[in-house]
């Protein structure tokens, strides 16, 4: 089985790679939306997979990194597309949630990347 928690994350970036005149080199910012996906068996005592305050807590210190930064500023966020944005995440949170199984990172209303690790 498969449970979710989401994120609301308020950044600013830009894409310091995309062709001269691409809109996405401008500073602007995004309302990302992060859900973390956790796979499991429920523990028939708890009722549960994981306790959803778990994840929240084991992504707590990544979402004090990214909430209201520039993300060009971060460490390994240098060039933050979609993509890196979530296999950043994905290296950061999975050593603290062994059983993560899924970033879905939404970036606009229509636009947005799903990671499954690089397995
Ligand atoms: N594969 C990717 N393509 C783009 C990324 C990305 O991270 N990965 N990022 C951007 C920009 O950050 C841009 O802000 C978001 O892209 P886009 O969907 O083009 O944004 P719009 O809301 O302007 O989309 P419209 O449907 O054209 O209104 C660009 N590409
Ligand atoms: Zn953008």
């Known amino acids: 089985m498969e449970i979710y928690k989401q ?9 310091p ?3 001269t005149g691409h809109k996405c080199a401008r500073l602007h910012g995004h309302s990302f939306q ?5 796979a499991g068996t429920v523990n028939e005592q708890m009722g549960w997979i994981t306790d959803f305050a778990d994840i929240k807590t084991a992504f707590a210190p990544l979402y004090e990194q990214l ?6 500023e971060i460490a390994g966020l240098e060039n933050p597309t979609s ?6 995440i994905w ?10 199984w899924k ?13 499954i690790g690089d397995n």
């Not at 994120?7 to 894409?15: D, G, K, M, P, S």
């Not at 993509?83 to 950043?88: L, M, S, V």
């Open 17 to 19: 790679n995309v062709p």
């Open 34 to 38: 992060v859900t973390i996906h956790v």
């Open 103 to 115: 970033i879905t990172l939404q970036e606009t209303c229509t636009s947005g990347c799903i990671y």
């Open 67 to 72: 909430d209201h930064h520039y993300l060009n």
């Open 83 to 88: 993509e890196n944005i979530a296999r950043w």
């Open 91 to 100: 290296q950061h949170l999975k050593p603290r949630l062994p059983n993560l």
């Open 7 to 15: 994120f609301n994350i308020e950044a600013a970036h830009h894409l």
